[in-house]
């Protein structure tokens, strides 16, 4: 069996419908509260690629710091975004699903089925 880490936030209702799903079929993942443990540059490297996506298309538009910190700006370069989610991890799309060398943004949750073993 593939090990699964949900990056999750409780409070969001996406987030709790993916752990739903994946409780409904007898699968517990490792979950990852990343507001409370922020991922670290490198960390979003690697779930970037596992995404298969750019920096982006990880960020949440709709967030205050989106705005306050200039992030539609198109002259910032993906370092500059991925350092702004680094430190703001509430710009950070939710909940992602994890399964070995593949992820997915679970939006709406029943998306992350397409990666499940």
């Avoid at 705005?67 to 539609?72: A, D, E, S």
């Avoid at 350092?83 to 699903?97: D, F, N, Q, S, Y």
């Amino acid at each position: 069996m593939t090990d699964l880490t949900l990056y999750h936030n409780p409070r969001c209702s996406k987030s709790r419908g993916a752990l739903e799903i994946l409780e409904a079929r007898g699968l517990t993942p490792t979950v990852v509260r990343y507001l409370d443990n922020p991922l670290d540059a490198a960390q979003l490297h690697s779930l970037l690629v596992k995404l298969d996506i750019s920096p982006r298309q990880l960020l949440r538009t709709g967030e205050e710091e989106y705005k306050t910190l200039n992030l539609g700006d198109a002259g910032l370069s993906d370092e500059q975004l991925i350092g702004a989610m680094a430190a703001h991890p509430k710009l950070i799309e939710r909940p992602i699903l994890v399964a070995g060398d593949k992820a997915v943004i679970g939006r709406p949750p029943e998306k992350i089925l397409e990666i499940l073993p």
